[in-house]
């Protein structure tokens, strides 16, 4: 079946920092991409939709001066979280679809700021 | 809002228990619905689906029953193995939000020999 790569799957960075994470699909050409983040104990929850080569849409209540999210190809989503913080610690996961619009997802990453 | 709400976890089991994963919805449409699981260190996958009342979605033994008159999509299996320890995830789609799901919380299960 497709799959989409995440990477990293684990980061750990100081108060301030920016963290990049990188949605690769391998073997499909993803149209969309949806980021998604989930706190402990709470729903995984949409943070926004990238089509590629066009701007992000974001969901309502989610910064996107702080969570940038660059589409620039057919297999590459990622999310930059600018000057991250504690309260920015999250699990983050992203899919991706195809024209046929099944989704497909990554494995997540665990950010934890400190 | 639209919202899903499943039970919490953990749920550890013996192998060959019958599991059972309640989960319930809220929407303002007629949502189609999902069960996605997760293994450790890999995605989320597309376990089963329903898209409307009364369809019975199924796999790889699992089962879920689309029930609108109660609002819920819960997950059973009969006879669960260790393979089976994953988190589960309900989701929902409106029809007009393509690709756009709403999820639960996930459940943690353990199933032990």
């Known amino acids: 079946g497709a799959v989409v790569s995440q990477h990293p799957s684990r980061v750990i960075c100081k108060s301030g920092t920016s963290v990049k994470i990188e949605c690769r699909s391998l073997?499909?050409?993803?149209?969309?991409m949806f980021w998604y983040r989930q706190f402990p104990k709470q729903s995984l929850m949409l943070m926004a939709t990238?089509?590629?080569?066009?701007?992000?849409?974001?969901e309502q209540g989610v910064e996107k001066d702080k969570f940038l999210i660059n589409h620039a190809s057919l297999t590459l989503s990622t999310l930059t979280v600018t000057s991250a913080h504690p309260e920015d610690s999250s699990f983050y996961i992203c899919?991706?679809?195809?024209?046929?619009?099944?989704?497909?997802f990554g494995s997540g990453t665990q950010l934890s700021v400190l | 809002g639209d919202s899903v709400t499943q039970m919490e976890g953990p749920v550890t089991l013996s192998e060959e228990a019958f599991l059972t994963i309640n989960c319930t919805y809220t929407a303002t449409g007629y949502p189609s619905l999902f069960w996605y699981v997760q293994y450790p260190g890999e995605g989320l996958q597309l376990l089963l689906k329903a898209t409307k009342a009364d369809d019975k979605g199924s796999n790889k033994g699992f089962e879920a029953t689309y029930r609108k008159e109660t609002t819920s999509f819960h997950l059973e299996k009969g006879s669960v193995q260790v393979s089976d320890s994953a988190v589960y995830f309900c989701a929902l789609k409106l029809t007009d939000s393509w690709g756009k799901l709403q999820f639960g919380a996930g459940t943690q299960v353990v199933v032990t020999p």
């Open positions: 899919s991706a679809s195809g024209t046929d619009e099944k989704l497909f």
């Open positions: 073997d499909f050409q993803a149209t969309t």
């Open positions: 990238s089509n590629e080569g066009s701007k992000a849409t974001y």
